[in-house]
């Protein structure tokens, strides 16, 4: 019989295993992909490196520094702040107290007024002091992204041609109807820390966790699917009854809800990233921070992703990550034209003439919905009978943290 058997092998699958492995647990992970990893996943092409949607990891999260080792990773950060573009003109709307080259920019950017960005530094101030904990606190007033803004005084300007792009881009509600708790929490990680992405692609991140379960002990099965979980530990896995002292369920949500029957989170948000290259000798001179659009339509922003780490587009080209909020019903021609179209407003000084269609991934759960007041309505990881247990960013709040902090909850509820 083995101690524990963990369904699903994506980023909370894999901490509960290497927790509890850890711990000399026999554990045995069962995914039904034939590769690990859930959401987080990476492919190798023609020399470039294409993550399933744009994603990056945020070095400053708790959860990130206690699970993995960064150094391994060997990260590639994306600069603070963000350039806007409009037809026409861009700006740069940055951090001069991280990066003081900026300063200058950012002063005089006409696209967000000076008493936003005073704001801006007063905000930066206010969470640095509070607590992560404190700020996730499911018993403080709900209130959107868009309020909590609006309260503090932000002009419309601002929230418009910033806040909703740049956190359209993070929660893919470019309206910001998302709990302002989820806008504190990553603001407050955002100016501690900065976005990433690994050298060798987002999938480096699972590939670790994996080898690190298994250095511990655990098995991990690929092309394995649980078909059914008994209260007692009794796993059905294509066909075949395995027995087991407990059993982490580290599913997507609506999985997890046919192998146990709790309620989870029904609402999803999706998106498509079009992979685009351009030759380097058509620059476009935003450094490594992402180009935000300004204006009301799509793509919602692009992020130069080889300026950021090299490594991901081959010598002589340049990989742009262009993020289409929902489901987008065009086909693929159609978002690469919007693409081009974008890009030219923006720079109408360059010939895009080079630029070429490389990837689109559609994504269509990418996140699932965090409205106000969402935290008092996900599962408690013990919400299963029996010796099961939930392990997942739902039970915690959508984002690479709370897969990580899931999974080791899910470990540590099954050691008490």
């Known amino acids: 019989m083995t101690d524990v058997l963990v369904a699903g092998g994506g980023l909370a699958g894999l901490v509960a295993a290497s927790r509890l492995a850890e711990t000399g647990q026999d ?27 744009f994603q990056v990891v945020f070095d400053s999260y708790p959860a990130v520094r206690r699970e993995l080792d960064l150094g391994a990773l060997d ?6 702040g963000a350039t806007i573009g409009k037809p026409g003109e861009r700006s740069v709307l940055a951090d ?6 900026t300063l200058t920019q950012t002063l005089f950017n006409r696209d967000v007024r000076l008493g936003d960005k005073l704001r801006v530094l007063r905000l930066r101030r206010e969470l640095a002091h509070r607590d992560v904990e404190t700020i996730l606190d499911p018993n403080r ?48 990680m955002l100016t501690a820390g900065a976005a990433a992405i690994p050298a060798d692609g987002m999938q480096a991140i699972p590939e670790q966790l994996a080898d690190r379960a298994r250095n511990a002990g655990a098995r991990i099965e690929t092309g394995r699917s649980v078909d059914a979980i008994d209260d007692d530990g009794t796993v059905t896995v294509d066909g075949e009854t395995v027995d ?39 620059p476009l001179d935003t450094g490594t921070r992402l180009l935000l659009n300004a204006v009301e339509g799509q793509p919602n922003q692009l992020a130069q992703l080889s300026a950021v780490a090299p490594e991901y587009a081959p010598d002589g080209e340049q ?31 360059r010939s895009l003439s080079g630029l070429e269609h490389r990837r689109t991934e559609r994504v269509p759960f990418a996140q699932f919905d965090q409205p ?37 909850i899910a470990a540590e509820v099954l050691t008490e």
């Open 141 to 188: 007033p709900d209130q959107t992204i868009e309020s909590f803004l609006a309260e503090r005084g932000f002009s419309r300007l601002f929230i418009e041609r910033f806040a909703g792009p740049f956190y359209g881009g993070i929660t893919l509600d470019r309206s910001l109807s998302t709990d302002a708790r989820v806008f504190e929490y990553t603001f407050k």
């Open 75 to 80: 990260l590639r950060r994306f600069g603070p």
């Open 319 to 349: 990989l742009l990550a262009a993020t289409f909020l929902g489901e987008p019903e065009e086909d693929d021609a159609k978002l690469v034209r919007d693409v081009r179209e974008t890009l030219e407003s923006w720079y109408p000084e």
């Open 96 to 101: 001069p107290l991280r990066d003081p080259k």
């Open 244 to 282: 087991s002292d407990g059993v982490v369920v580290a599913t997507d949500p609506q999985t997890a809800t046919e192998l146990t029957g709790v309620e989870t989170p029904s609402g999803t948000r999706g998106c498509a990233t079009v992979y685009v290259s351009l030759p380097t000798e058509t």
């Open 27 to 53: 554990v045995t992970v069962f995914e039904a992909k034939e590769t690990i990893g859930g959401r987080v996943r990476t492919e190798h092409a023609d020399g470039y490196t294409f993550d399933r949607g």
């Open 372 to 408: 106000p007041g969402f935290l008092e309505t996900t599962p408690e990881p013990t919400a299963p009978d029996g010796a099961v247990v939930l392990a997942g960013d739902y039970t915690r709040w959508c984002s690479i943290q709370g897969a990580l902090e899931s999974g080791r």
